[in-house]
């Protein structure tokens, strides 16, 4: 008799609605169950009890191998044959949904694999996956602007103070996107950074601090600089670094900043910066609104580094994806190309043969989610494995070429280029945000703008388990320009 353990994932999501608040402050959903569950597998289901209290909502079950990982090496499966996992242990069964309300309830599992066969008798780990599908939607805050389209990701989820405690009121921590500014409305100016801590009153401006970075002194087209995503230093959160662009010099840089509440950041001119003959080649002139490269660090503090991205979305003649490290001591680590994201033949319309890499995510261990707005690759790596060794061929962790059925970009039976992974930016989903939960389920926000031919153009989110098989597609959010992911364990 084998055992299987227990880990929860619970989902809140939160988008502006026309409901009266105050504050946001959602109702938690909590799940109570057994931590271990003896299972014979005989021709008998296992029934698998938790209790749901708080608020109701949608559930998938999820199993895992537990222990396998040094057996797992180099396996295709999926769908098509797209999924990729190594060295890690892998999804053998994800259940459809399950509706279920408050008290006690249950989920069956008859010990089949997704594929309806048995699996060996084994210690299995098991996943309750959920989210609050029935509770108004409450507005996160009206002065935080969210990257969209084929923009990196602008805003950083603060989870930790600086000593690497959990924060009870998360921060929001963002650059004023070139789109969202407004050079006559002072905390919307370009060249703001701002921090805002989730359960403020999301109408009151007060909440919002900001500071101004005189370094960019106009918009985008009327001066040689722009910016991406910033993050804060770790045990330091006065200070922030993010990645600045020189268009006509088609070159990037990070910048070290030191926030400077209602008045003018300084930057550092000793760390990194354009006077330390640091810069790494960025971009091209026609690609330029898609080459605002954010930076990412892990949001426990508990990496040494600084990510950043290099994307070239709409360079057609040599591959361009690439990824930089640096340490917050201002020494760049590794430069590289991740040639995984490289497609020079694609079946897609407009020519594209670059993935244009805009986000990663992490929940600690080294381990990286790399996501693309434009195509449907995505995958998790090991960082460490990069840095140690640049030339490493063992540090795709899982991978989905074409989405795994549920990341997909033209999958609809009419699509005008089936099954290709790039799109043309006008004609199929775009990932607009990624996120990992504290269970490492991979969240993708996917918007379409208008016009667009896809089976729901208001949006949808879809979700991967750990190794990046498919769950399920969250179909239909109709507000999508306010929307937060918030995750708990």
């Known amino acids: 008799m084998k055992k299987l353990f227990l880990f929860v994932g619970l989902m809140f999501l939160f988008a502006s609605l026309a409901i009266a608040q105050t504050t946001f402050g959602p109702t938690v959903m909590e799940i109570t169950c057994q931590a271990e569950i003896n299972y014979d597998f005989g021709d008998e289901p296992l029934t698998i009890p938790f209790s749901l209290s708080g608020v109701p909502g949608a559930f998938w079950l999820v199993i895992n191998t537990s222990g396998k990982a040094d057996e797992i090496v180099g396996v295709h499966n999926g769908f098509l044959g797209w999924h990729y996992v190594s060295k890690i242990d892998t999804t053998v069964y994800v259940s459809g949904r399950y509706q279920r309300d408050l008290g006690d309830q249950n989920i069956k599992w008859d010990g089949t694999n997704s594929d309806g066969e048995k699996v060996s008798e084994d210690t299995y780990s098991y996943y309750l996956w959920g989210y609050d599908d029935k509770s108004p939607k409450q507005k996160v805050t009206d002065f935080v602007n969210l990257a969209n389209q084929w923009d990196s990701p602008m805003n950083a989820f603060v989870t930790h103070d600086e000593k690497g405690m959990v924060l009870e009121k998360p921060i929001i921590f963002g650059n004023r996107y070139y789109h969202y500014s407004d050079d006559n409305t002072v905390w919307k100016r370009f060249g703001t950074a701002y921090k805002w801590e989730i359960g403020s009153n999301p109408e009151d401006l007060n909440g919002l601090e900001t500071t101004w970075m005189p370094f960019y002194v106009d918009k985008l087209f009327q001066t040689n600089y722009d910016y991406g995503g910033p993050v804060l230093m770790p045990g330091d959160y006065t200070k922030y670094a993010h990645a600045?662009?020189?268009?006509?010099?088609?070159?990037?840089?990070?910048?070290?900043?030191?926030?400077?509440?209602?008045?003018?950041?300084?930057?550092?001119?000793?760390?990194?910066?354009?006077?330390?003959?640091?810069?790494?080649?960025?971009?091209?002139?026609?690609?330029?609104?898609?080459?605002?490269?954010?930076?990412?660090?892990?949001?426990?503090?508990?990496?040494?580094?600084?990510y950043g991205i290099r994307s070239g979305a709409h360079i057609l003649d040599r591959e361009w994806d690439g990824m930089v490290v640096a340490t917050w001591d201002g020494e760049i680590v590794l430069l590289t190309t991740l040639h995984e994201f490289y497609f020079p033949d694609d079946n897609n319309t407009a020519g594209n043969i670059n993935s244009c890499i805009t986000s990663m995510a992490t929940r600690g261990n080294n381990r990286w989610l790399v996501s693309t707005t434009l195509t449907c690759m995505n995958e998790m790596i090991d960082t460490m494995d990069l840095i140690e060794d640049p030339y490493s061929q063992d540090y795709i962790l899982w991978q989905n070429t074409n989405g795994d059925y549920f990341n997909d970009r033209y999958y609809w039976e009419d699509a005008e280029s089936p099954w290709a992974c790039i799109d043309d930016q006008a004609k199929a989903y775009q990932n607009t945000n990624s996120q990992l939960d504290g269970q490492v389920f991979t969240i993708f926000f996917r918007g379409a703008p208008p016009p667009i031919k896809t089976p729901h153009p208001d949006g949808d989110l879809t979700i991967l388990t750990q190794d990046g098989t498919g769950v399920t597609n969250i179909l239909n959010l109709v507000v999508i320009q306010r929307l937060t992911i918030i995750t708990r364990t």
Do not use: C, K
Not at 269 to 292: A, F, M, N, T
């Open 244 to 306: 600045s662009v020189n268009y006509p010099s088609h070159t990037s840089t990070m910048m070290l900043w030191t926030f400077v509440p209602g008045g003018d950041a300084t930057y550092d001119p000793d760390w990194l910066g354009w006077d330390q003959d640091v810069e790494w080649e960025s971009i091209q002139g026609s690609g330029s609104l898609s080459e605002r490269p954010s930076v990412f660090t892990n949001p426990d503090n508990s990496e040494p580094y600084i």
